[in-house]
């Protein structure tokens, strides 16, 4: 593997030890095939952080752990990416594990690998259930400090929260909702995922109460992704339009990938109208729903500031910057055809 890195630096990124990174540099065999794999990856991160670690200052080791659809994942490698080199002059190297599985025990096991490795901080998307809590408060009894990003662990001994306040998101979605059903008679279709995230739960506590505070009557429908597969959202959605004739509206909280063509595409079959269609998340499935009006709007909020904040939070832990260490909410922008980004967004 041609490089031009010292081992000391390829072993600190990938968390194995010289002697095992210069085995693998020198094809010397007694090595998993997995953990070659581990080294390339080092090596191809150390690549895309070049220029970065030539700046001067602290260096900080940070693992961003995730668990999301691989366009999420994706989004968010380069959203730090892009924050890097704003961070100076300390630098930020980074770690990334990225889970599409749901499974709790790959997650636990990837935090309890990081709790041996060594780490100045994670960045954590994950459910809210007992093992990951466990786990937080393991890496943070070793003096690792976690923030969750935009989905909260709250009851956990982490740092700090950073991203949308989600219950204001749902809340905001249902005014949005309301405003343009007006007086107008309808139900409202809610497509959520089907994981334990209470970024989910929050936006769909904050739509139910605030549609059930202006409007009591108005019927929620819902259609759950219990498979992570778009198909089973459109066979979801259809089965609800053939049983209720009245659906008008609908507000999809997740970001299934797929998901909302699939329930665009549900009412093109049915050849149903609808008045309104909230989602989340500016991705680019969604940009181009918006720029073609299948969208009426898109909640979303800045996912480089976000993890710009998350850097800053584990520095703050760590003492290298002044000030307490607290969550602050990212702001909600309500994206419309009319300033929405480019389509190759």
């Known amino acids: 593997m041609k490089h031009p890195y010292r081992i000391r630096e390829i072993a600190a990124q990938s968390g194995l030890s010289p002697a095992t990174v210069d085995r693998v540099l020198h094809s010397r065999g007694g090595v998993r095939a997995s953990t070659v794999r581990e ?29 999301a659809p691989q366009r999420f994942c994706t989004a968010v490698r380069a959203a730090l990416e ?6 100076r002059p300390a630098v930020i190297r980074s770690r990334f594990h990225f889970l599409d599985s749901p499974s709790v025990g790959d997650l636990v096991g990837v935090l309890d690998r990081v709790i041996r490795k060594g780490s100045h901080g994670v960045i954590l998307k994950a459910p809210d259930v007992p093992e990951v809590v466990a786990a937080v408060t393991r890496l943070t009894g070793r003096g690792t400090p976690v923030v969750t990003l935009v989905t909260d662990l709250p009851t956990s001994a982490r740092a ?44 769909e506590m904050g739509f139910r109460a605030e549609m059930r505070a202006r409007n009591a009557g108005r019927r ?30 609908v507000y999809s909280l997740y970001a299934g ?24 998340d500016l991705d680019g499935e969604n940009t181009a729903l918006l720029r073609e009006r299948r969208l009426s709007a898109v909640l979303h909020h800045d996912l480089r500031q976000d993890l710009r904040r998350a850097c800053q939070v584990v520095m703050q832990a760590q003492g290298a910057l002044p000030g307490p260490v607290r969550s602050n909410p990212s702001a909600i922008q309500v994206i419309t055809p009319h300033n929405a980004p480019p389509a190759e967004f």
């Open 82 to 87: 892009a924050e890097l080199p704003a961070l």
């Open 39 to 67: 080294v390339e990856q080092a090596i191809a991160d150390l690549d895309r952080q070049q220029s970065q670690l030539r700046l001067g200052g602290r260096t900080f080791m940070v693992d961003v752990v995730v668990q």
């Open 220 to 249: 929620l429908l819902e259609v759950v992704d219990e498979e992570d597969r778009a198909d089973a959202v459109h066979i979801g959605t259809r089965e609800v339009l053939a049983a209720h004739p009245a659906v008008r509206a």
């Open 257 to 280: 990938a797929g998901g909302n063509a699939a329930v665009v595409d549900a009412f093109d079959r049915q050849r149903r109208p609808y008045d309104v269609f909230v989602a989340h």
């Open 160 to 203: 700090a929260y950073v991203g949308i306040d989600n219950r204001a998101a749902g809340a905001t979605a249902a005014y949005l909702v309301q405003q343009w059903l007006a007086d107008r008679a309808g139900d409202v279709l809610v497509v959520r995922g089907h994981g334990s995230f209470r970024g989910e739960d929050e936006r």
